[in-house]
T-cell receptor, first 119, second 114 residues
Framework: EAQVTQNPRYLITVTGKKLTVTCSQN?????MSWYRQDPGLGLRQIYY???????DKGDVPEGYKVSRKEKRNFPLILESPSPNQTSLYFC??????????????????FGQGTRLTVV | AQTVTQSQPEMSVQEAETVTLSCTYD???????LFWYKQPPSRQMILVIR??????QNATENRFSVNFQKAAKSFSLKISDSQLGDTAMYFC???????????FGAGTRLTVKP
């Protein structure tokens, strides 16, 4: 079954305690992204990866780190979490068929989300 | 940078009626994709419908259809015969060709009333 697995689903932590949210996909997608969802703001991109060892900042990267050492994994690291990072986080993987590859669909698959609370 | 705007924070519709959710976007790109995602209370992100910008024909998926106006940069979602299970947050999203990442609107919370 094609899926994006994100863990943990819920996490409560204290300010300053380093944490990692894991993300893994089994579809051999080249693109992976992290988003945070806040009320009234939709989903905002934190970081993005086009392939192994290739990452780029999104719209709200401050306070976050990522790595892409393997194609299937894209962990999100909060080195020193703060209360303003309390949010709902989503990992996504995607592929882009373009116009030349009708056998593939362009779409993104999302993990189940991680509800993070920083106190 | 691309921006996506959903101007309706909340909407409601009676069961079996039709409702249209609005979305506009801003881009200088010519090749891109547009999506509508549904997020029920379970928080799961579910793809509702996809439109490729190079296709003039509007996409349809059962009760869901879009009105894609490329020149106006408008991408509205029409839900026909609304069902209680359609109650959810709906997000409009833009993906540039060759990028694989998305830009989302702020979302529209849709409530279907019995």
């Amino acid at each position: 079954e094609a899926q994006v697995t994100q863990n943990p689903r819920y996490l409560i932590t204290v300010t300053g305690k380093k944490l990692t949210v894991t993300c893994s996909q089994n579809m051999n997608h080249e693109y992976m992204s992290w988003y945070r969802q806040d009320p009234g703001l939709g989903l905002r991109q934190i970081y993005y990866s086009m392939n192994v060892e290739v990452t780029d900042k999104g719209d709200v990267p401050e306070g976050y780190k990522v790595s892409r050492k393997e194609k299937r994994n894209f962990p999100l690291i909060l080195e020193s979490p703060s209360p303003n990072q309390t949010s709902l986080y989503f990992c996504a993987s995607s592929t882009d068929r373009g116009q030349s590859d009708p056998g593939r669909n362009t779409e993104a698959f999302f993990g189940q989300g991680t509800r993070l609370t920083v106190v | 940078a691309q921006t996506v705007t959903q101007s309706q924070p909340e909407m409601s519709v009676q069961e079996a009626e039709t409702v249209t959710l609005s979305c506009t976007y801003d881009t200088s790109e010519n090749n891109y994709y547009l999506f509508w995602y549904k997020q029920p209370p379970s928080r799961q992100m579910i793809l509702v419908i996809r439109q490729e910008a190079y296709k003039q024909q509007n996409a349809t998926e059962n009760r869901f259809s879009v009105n894609f106006q490329k020149a106006a940069k408008s991408f509205s979602l029409k839900i026909s015969d609304s069902q209680l299970g359609d109650t959810a947050m709906y997000f409009c999203a833009f993906m540039k060709h060759g990028r694989g990442d998305m830009r989302f609107g702020a979302g529209t919370r849709l409530t279907v009333k019995p």
